[in-house]
């Protein structure tokens, strides 16, 4: 089978394509045939050694396809299935052999192109709206690159339970999608101060919460945007890792809580991957949710895809097909 591996940390010319062995899955493992491999920012970061994976490995955390082998003692899935998940190294390849307990399976009206797109982005918009910060009606919260993959997720779902939303992009296009998505105010942060227009938009008050997946270009005024006591949820570094903070900030800005999520401690148990996976697959075949491709590359122009997400190009998932 063919496979994308990486031998050595680097640029995005480390990804190659290799002739592969079948994998085998062992017990509480299902082999899945990948239809679709979603790309993520998290993948960069593995093959920049950002966040280290021992050596060779394949990338890509994120698939969907067809149960076609499992081992022994899987019960949440049966050979046949269609299946989506997220969280699991290796789906950028034809075959991967994944965890049986991060398995779900796809419903009618969820093709393979939305089931690989919505298991990392559409898990991660639903436990920042939901749980993280729970929205309510009345809430207004500010997301960063709402054009993005998971911005444009996390703009529709902050919608959906009644949150006032303002998104920041880089470019005209990008507005565009923003207010697609339903962003009521979209700001233009590589053009002005976003603090100073989301203090504008707020009467001067602020938002309950901040979504920030830029880090380190965007984190210290989002926290001139919250409201005393407000939430700032920083969930990723698309432009650069935060450095560490003295704590005294957040009592010199109101009261702040400041959290770092990660979508891994917001699927502990199959009832709340299920949960999770179970509302968004419905929105989709509902019509609720909208996920955007923006591109897709073949499996061997694995270089290509993370080229394009670095040069901050994406409108939208960007996926690899077998
Ligand atoms: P996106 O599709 O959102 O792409 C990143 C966006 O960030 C770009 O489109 C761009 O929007 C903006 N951006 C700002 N500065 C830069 C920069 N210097 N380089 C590149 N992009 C920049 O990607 P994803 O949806 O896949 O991921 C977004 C973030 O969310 C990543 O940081 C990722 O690690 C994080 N994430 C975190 C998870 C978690 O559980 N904690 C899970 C999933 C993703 P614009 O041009 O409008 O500024």
Known sequence: ?????????????????????????????????????????????????????????????????????VGE?????????????????????EYAIVPSRVLVKRGQGVDAQNGAAAMIQGMTAHYLACSTYPLKEGDSCLVHAAAGGTGALLVQIAKLRGARVIGTVSTEEKERIARAAGADEVIRYTEVDFAEAVRDLTGGEGVEVVYDSVG???????????????????FGQASGVVPTLDPQILNQKGSLFLTRPTLASHMLTRSELEGRANDIFNW?????????????????????????LEARQTKGKVLLTT
């Open 1 to 69: 089978m063919r496979a994308i591996r990486v031998t050595e940390v680097g640029d995005p010319s480390v990804l190659t394509c290799v002739d592969a062995p079948m994998p085998e899955p062992g017990a509480g493992e299902a082999r899945v045939r990948i239809e679709v491999a979603g790309v993520n920012f998290i993948d960069t970061y593995h093959r920049r050694g950002w966040y280290p994976l021992p050596l060779p490995f394949t990338p890509g955390v994120e698939g969907a396809g067809v149960v076609d082998a």
């Open 73 to 93: 003692g899987v019960t949440e899935v049966a050979v046949g299935d269609a299946v989506a998940y997220g969280m699991s190294t290796g789906s950028y390849a």
């Open 216 to 234: 380190i270009a965007t984190f210290d005024k989002s926290l001139d945007c919250l409201k005393p006591r407000g939430y700032m949820v920083l």
């Open 284 to 308: 989709i075949a509902e019509g609720q949710l909208e996920i955007r491709i923006d591109r897709t590359f073949p499996l061997d122009d694995a270089e290509g895809a993370h080229t394009y």
